[in-house]
């Protein structure tokens, strides 16, 4: 079983568990991965209420997520050693967002990160030519991690869930046709009227992270009436999502935080 395994782009870092020869590449320490596995704070605005005790009870949002961790580079010659060095220090480094994979017990999880700002990656030979030892800091926007995808439907009413511990963002797709649009109606109610005609062959793809709408791939401005997005929670019951014409089909990642 895997004990941990970070793949982004030609990064391939793994965790050596005691006892196992290592053979050359990348290795995180096992007390130097941090942030993962950790939630991450909250952010509010704080009103104080005047004339009176406590403050406004305001939403509270997440913040991003922020991952530092360090380890070992080991190689069978000093040539070896400066390509790990070259693409550990490159990785990133152009300042583009880049999907991080985490490998661990069975379990595989990703999310989007860039380099942290004001963080320097480091990547110092020891002295042997063979061995080095590295960090970084990778910065999350989303401090959101992404699993399995569940797709339910095609169905004019399907039940949506995922198996993850935080609400869940979806995609909708909607197939068949008709003329005058279409409505979907989630939970309490909440409805995404779409007034783009529904096409058969052209299927529509609604993005409940963003509120676009997606006609045969391409994006198209002013097609939604009303956009009142909503979350797929954690677990069961699941989700009860319907749609008045055609063919709906809820896509939904396990969300963790």
Do not use: C
């Not at 006892?19 to 007390?31: F, I, K, N, P, T």
């Not at 152009?94 to 379990?107: E, L, P, Q, S």
């Not at 989303?142 to 511990?165: C, I, M, S, W």
């Not at 319907?242 to 396990?254: F, I, K, N, Q, R």
């Amino acid at each position: 079983m895997t004990l941990l395994r970070l793949l982004s782009n030609e990064l391939d870092i793994r965790q050596s568990p005691q006892g196992e020869s290592r053979v050359e590449g990348l290795y995180v320490r096992r007390d130097a991965f941090d942030g993962w596995d950790d939630g991450v704070a909250m952010r509010s605005d704080t009103v104080a209420r005047p004339q009176a005790h406590g403050d406004f009870d305001m939403p509270g949002f997440l913040a991003g997520r922020l991952m530092p961790f360090s380890g070992w580079a080991i190689a069978e010659r000093p040539a070896s050693l400066e390509m790990l060095r070259d693409r550990f220090i490159g990785h990133g480094a152009d300042g583009a967002k880049f999907r991080v994979t985490v490998i661990r017990n069975g379990r595989e999880l990703w999310a989007d990160a860039r380099l942290a700002a004001g963080q320097v990656p480091t990547f110092k030979d020891v002295g042997t030519g063979r061995r080095a030892a590295w960090k970084t800091a990778w910065w999350f926007p989303d401090p959101r991690k992404y699993g399995h995808l569940h797709t339910f439907g095609p169905a004019a009413t399907v039940q949506a869930f995922h198996e993850g511990n935080f609400p869940a963002l979806s995609e909708l797709v909607v197939t068949g046709s008709a003329a005058g649009g279409y409505t979907i109606t989630g939970p309490g109610g909440r409805e995404i009227v779409i007034s783009r005609p529904l096409v058969s062959g052209t299927p529509h793809r609604f993005e409940m992270r963003t509120g676009r709408l997606y006609v045969g791939g391409s994006r198209v401005i002013g097609g939604v009436a009303r956009a009142e997005l909503f979350t797929i929670p954690s677990g069961l019951p699941a989700t009860e999502i319907s749609v008045s014409a055609g063919l709906l089909t809820v896509e939904v990642h396990d969300t963790y935080i």
